[in-house]
């Protein structure tokens, strides 16, 4: 619901922000983010999770190999 309300008033031109927000600006420009925007950081994001599972992986082969190698040495 909260979502929909923000949509409904984004699409207004309308920028709600906590009482807490300052910032220097002219107040032309949204600082909510766009459709486009957010579907390149939720990408940018599930490409760093991605790279880190890969390179966790990776080492544990890494591991395992080494010990298979200990292994045949004795």
Same mark, same amino acid.
């Given at each position: 619901?909260?979502?929909?309300?923000?949509?409904?008033?984004?699409?207004?031109?309308?920028?709600? @922000?906590?009482?807490? +927000?300052? &910032?220097?600006?002219?107040?032309? %420009?949204?600082?909510?983010? !766009?459709?486009? #925007?957010?579907? /390149? @950081?939720?990408?940018? +994001?599930? &490409?760093?999770?991605?790279?880190? %599972?890969?390179?966790?992986? !990776?080492?544990? #082969?890494?591991? /395992?190999?080494?010990?298979?190698?200990?292994?045949?040495?004795?």
């Amino acid at each position: 619901m909260h979502k929909n309300i923000l949509d409904k008033f984004d699409a207004a031109g309308v920028e709600i @922000m906590s009482p807490h +927000y300052y &910032a220097l600006r002219d107040g032309n %420009a949204s600082t909510v983010p !766009n459709v486009r #925007q957010i579907a /390149l @950081m939720y990408r940018r +994001y599930f &490409a760093s999770v991605m790279c880190r %599972a890969e390179m966790q992986q !990776n080492n544990q #082969q890494h591991v /395992l190999y080494e010990a298979i190698a200990k292994l045949a040495e004795s």
